[in-house]
Structure formats: C-alpha cells, structure tokens
C-alpha cells in the first residue's frame, strides 16, 4: 500500500538557518503530497501541497516540489525562525474510503529552532 | 478560517472504565469525519471513517467493538473508547472534511491516560 518516509527528528537548528526535511514516498497511481504543520498545543494545519509531478507547493517561506523520478517532496525553507518550532508531517492521498480519500502521514519530524 | 474542536484535550481514566472523546465543525457541516491515533514518535494512524448517518469504516486490526465511532450530526462525531486499558493511552486526532472543495481541517487532539 501506500506509505510515507519522514527524515527522523528531532531537528535542533539556529534561527536564519536552512531548513530541509526530507520525505520519500511509496505509492500506486498518482497521488496528491502534503506538508502538514503542528503548532504546540494545537492541531495539524495544511502547509503546502501538490498535486502532481513537478508541482512546486509553497506557503510561509516554505517550498516542496513533486519529484516523481525520486519519490519525494522534501520540505525546505531557506531561513528559518523561531516561531516555525513545530512537528512536520508528510503526507499524500490514498484510497477512497466512503468517498473521501484518506491521508497516510510519515511519522512527523519535530523542528526546533533556537535564537 | 473553520475550525475543528476536540474534547477534552486530556483526560485520565480508571482502567475498565469508558471514555468519550468529541470531535465538533464549529463553522461547517462535516459529512465526514476521521479518526487519528498517534503512539509516540510514530505516524498518525486512521483508525476509521465515519460520513453522518452511517457506520464507521474501520481500518483494519482497529476494533469496533472497542472503539465506538457515532457521527450523530454534520458537526460533530464522538470517539469511545469501552473497557479502557492502559495500552489504550494515546494521543487521538480527529479530522473533518468540508462539503463541496473537501478541504480537511484537524482538531488539536486529545491525550488518553489509563491507569
């Protein structure tokens, strides 16, 4: 089936830093990829997505392009702050269930930045 | 922007006992709703699919008979989790998909403690 492989955290960077979190994905058809966000205390909010090959998602300084050729939609941000100290999930569609598609997450990567 | 409540946000129970878990569209009618569980620094996993006014769909190895899913009402749907056991404690997130676009927006989650 469908799945999802998040670089493992937790990752500690200084703020202005650059910032990559790696995602590569196993899949069948063509499915959708998202970044999804977790601020402390509350629920996961959508970053970024796209919807097919080549597609570039970005939204707050973050950016993650579609490659079909490698499986992957690594997050990047070229300077980052304190206040994007959060847990990143990864995540694309997957079959239809009662006529919604369901989200197969990566197991999330926790991001702190220090100032 | 909508909003999708959890509650309680943490809630600590006797094992054998049953706990509740709500899940609320404050500003839009969800004709269906998802139910996340998250083990720590793991993925979050589907445990099932509800649209309003239907049986769940349960993801397999998820017990239905443990995890009791109601989706009553086009804003709100409810977790029970029967017969608690301390394994049971976990991290559950619920997601509600909007009418029309179908854009998902996730509650904040609810931390589970048996003890």
């Known amino acids: 089936g469908n799945s999802v492989t998040q670089m493992e955290g937790p990752v500690t960077l200084s703020e202005e830093a650059f910032l990559t979190i790696n995602c590569t994905y196993t899949?069948?058809?063509?499915?959708?990829l998202f970044w999804y966000v977790q601020y402390p205390g509350e629920g996961l909010q959508l970053l970024l997505k796209?919807?097919?090959?080549?597609d570039k998602g970005s939204n707050k300084g973050f950016e993650a392009t579609y490659r079909k050729e490698t499986t992957s939609f690594h997050l990047e941000k070229g300077s980052v702050q304190v206040s994007d100290s959060a847990v990143y999930f990864c995540a694309l569609t997957g079959r239809v269930i009662q006529g919604a598609q369901k989200l197969v997450f990566g197991q999330g990567t926790r991001l702190t930045i220090n100032p | 922007g909508a909003v999708v409540s959890q509650h309680p946000s943490r809630v600590i129970c006797k094992s054998g006992t049953s706990v509740k878990i709500e899940c609320r569209s404050l500003d839009f009618q969800a004709t269906t709703m998802f139910w996340y569980r998250q083990f720590p620094k793991q993925s979050l996993m589907l445990m099932a699919t509800?649209?309003?006014?239907?049986?769940?769909?349960?993801e397999q190895g998820v017990e239905k008979d443990k995890f009791l899913i109601n989706h009553a009402s086009l804003t709100l749907s409810t977790l029970t989790v029967t017969s608690a056991h301390p394994e049971d404690s976990s991290f559950y997130i619920c997601s509600a998909r909007t009418q029309g676009r179908g854009t998902i927006y996730f509650g904040e989650g609810s931390w589970l403690t048996v003890v």
């Open positions: 899949a069948t058809g063509y499915p959708s």
């Open positions: 796209a919807t097919k090959a080549d």
């Open positions: 509800s649209n309003e006014g239907s049986k769940a769909t349960y």
